[in-house]
């Protein structure tokens, strides 16, 4: 007998969009939240810079809208641009009267400026933002009485009901894996919101935590949602390279305050890459190191803000310097060796600016949705933003819902009667690495037709093999994890594969060219083969 729970708002996703959301939702609804474990390990906590909010008097909120569309290289909705950055002022509002004390200065924010900015206009807590506001959020949460929160839970599937007889196409729960137990159990709601965040694990080096994995875009998939711009995965310039570093992010905020970018002999290099230097959007930073690295067969390049004041230094970047410290590297007397890693998904579930996604009662907001802010290629620090006011936006949307008449299904248990205890686990290992491995060497900052075609076939063989272990075998934390990496790197290459051209985050030898007219890549469930699904923009 499978375990059932029932609520009117299931959120799966413990970071900054879920529990953002679920504190808007809770005055009014009974609320859910799962967590895949702790709620520390979502990627929010790991968020060091801070969040875009135009503060400074000097600043505007066309500016902060114009810098997005420049990042996002022609992909942006323009009136979803201008609905986020109008949203950011009474976010910050509502995170401070939450208990977010962010760094102020002679009685103003203290602001930092990232690349791709035009302006100071980054509001942050030193170097740990993220941290600061989970633990703020999280407080706020596990005092609220309308709040359930489920720890050590990994959801499997959403339950449509078209799938189930004589139902509509509706979301109604999922089923969702208790990791303490080893039991699935069943979760029914009227609303579900997805805010699982993104997919860099597919990638072998990634600044983000094993939690991003893909799942809220693999199942909606699965589930029958579109999903978008799945080419578009941004490396982060800047992971600390150390062998104990376990991919440690270095804030871009160290390139905002005159960090500068070196190759081992002490040479400057990005001048010959960008007129932007070091703060250039992060795709052209990255691609700039990935070229370095690749002409002169080094290891990494260096990041140098040792001629700054050490007090400065250590004031602002405590985090920064502490973890440097400790694998022996002073911050404030030498660089910092780094290298790009996987760090955002801007491509997703495809949704309004509700979060409202292609089946009713299903909303996706923050990295696990593509809303049209990001484009090609996410603007620094616009992310956490997007997180709260999608949240604010989408609970809103559901709270105007709650008294319509929903449908009542009876939803079957989990049928484990056809599978048995797995005994050859080493399989899902050496699949994980296979997948993240041709997914970093073929699928990553530089491409070509040749390589994403060859990940193409070692997708399809890795597919049938896990499906088949899928079939046979009880389910597991890293089966899941794996099944979905899985159908979101297929999701990636045909993305990558559709788009013959160069733009933003995605860049191909074979189509260095950047195409008059912009076009989202659309992929529909269903379409296994149609390989060229792409909406013109017509913003």
């Known amino acids: 007998m499978t375990l059932r729970y029932s609520t009117d708002v299931l959120v799966i996703g413990g970071g900054a969009a879920g529990l953002s959301a679920a504190l808007h939702l809770a005055p009014h609804a009974r609320v859910t939240v799962l967590c895949k474990g702790d709620i520390e390990a979502a990627s929010s906590t790991w968020a060091q810079g801070g969040i875009a909010s135009v503060t400074d008097p000097e600043d505007s909120l066309a500016s902060h809208i114009a810098d997005t569309l420049v990042a996002g290289a022609g992909l942006c909705d323009p009136d979803i641009v201008r609905f986020t950055v109008e949203g950011a002022a009474p976010a910050i509002k509502e995170l401070v009267r939450l208990g977010v004390r962010f760094d102020t200065e002679a009685n103003h924010y ?3 400026r990232e690349g791709g900015h035009s302006f100071r206009r980054v509001l942050h807590v030193a170097d740990a933002t993220g941290r600061a506001v989970i633990d703020t959020l999280t407080e706020q949460v596990l005092d609220h009485p309308n709040i359930d929160l489920f720890r050590d839970r990994v959801a499997i599937d959403l339950i449509n009901l078209s799938k189930f007889g004589r139902h509509p196409n509706r979301c109604a729960g999922a089923y969702v894996l208790n990791r303490t137990t080893g039991h699935v159990e069943l979760f029914q709601a009227r609303f579900i919101v997805l805010a699982t965040g993104g ?3 597919v990638y072998l080096y990634t600044s983000n935590p094993d939690s991003s994995t893909g799942d809220g875009i693999a199942m909606a998939w699965r589930a029958g949602c579109r999903i978008a711009n799945m080419e578009f995965n941004q490396f982060h310039p800047t992971c600390l390279y150390h062998p104990h570093a376990k991919s440690f992010l270095i804030s871009e905020a160290v390139r905002g305050e005159g960090g500068v970018l070196l190759l081992p002999d002490g040479e400057r290099f990005m001048e010959r890459f960008d007129e932007r230097l070091e703060l250039a959007p992060r795709d052209i930073v990255a691609r700039a190191i990935d070229h370095e690295m690749k002409r002169l067969g080094i290891d990494c390049v ?5 001629h700054r004041p050490a007090a400065f230094i250590e004031s602002h970047f405590p985090t920064i310097a502490s973890r440097c410290r400790e694998l022996g590297i002073d911050i404030t007397r030498e660089p910092m060796p780094v290298v790009p890693a996987a760090h955002y998904t801007c491509g997703g579930v495809l949704v309004d600016r509700h979060g409202v996604t292609d089946i009713p009662g299903l909303y996706a907001i923050g990295e696990v949705s593509c809303t049209g802010l990001h484009g090609a290629n996410r603007l620094a620090s616009n992310s956490l933003l997007e997180c709260f006011v999608f949240a604010h936006s989408a609970a809103e949307h559901i709270l105007g819902r709650l008294d319509d008449p929903a449908p009542v299904a009876q939803v079957p248990d989990w049928d484990e009667s056809q599978v048995t205890d797995s005994d050859e686990d080493v399989i899902i290992a050496h699949n994980w690495d296979e997948l993240r491995r041709f997914m970093w060497d073929y699928v990553g900052i530089v491409r070509t037709d040749k390589r994403l075609k060859r990940a193409q ?3 399809d063989l890795l597919r ?9 075998y009880r389910v597991s934390n890293d089966l899941i994890e794996l099944r979905n990496l899985v159908h979101v790197a297929e999701l990636i290459v045909r993305s990558a594969l559709a788009r013959q051209e160069s733009r933003g985050l995605h860049f191909n030898l074979d189509h260095p060219d ?8 659309i992929l529909f469930p269903g379409y296994p083969d149609r390989l060229d699904v792409l909406r013109p923009v017509a913003y």
């Open 199 to 201: 997919a860099s694990k």
């Open 457 to 459: 076939r070692r997708l």
């Open 464 to 472: 049938q093999e896990i499906h088949e272990y899928y079939s046979h």
């Open 110 to 112: 203290h602001l930092t």
């Open 514 to 521: 950047t195409l008059p007219r912009a076009e989202d890549t």
């Open 302 to 306: 260096y990041l140098d803000i040792s």
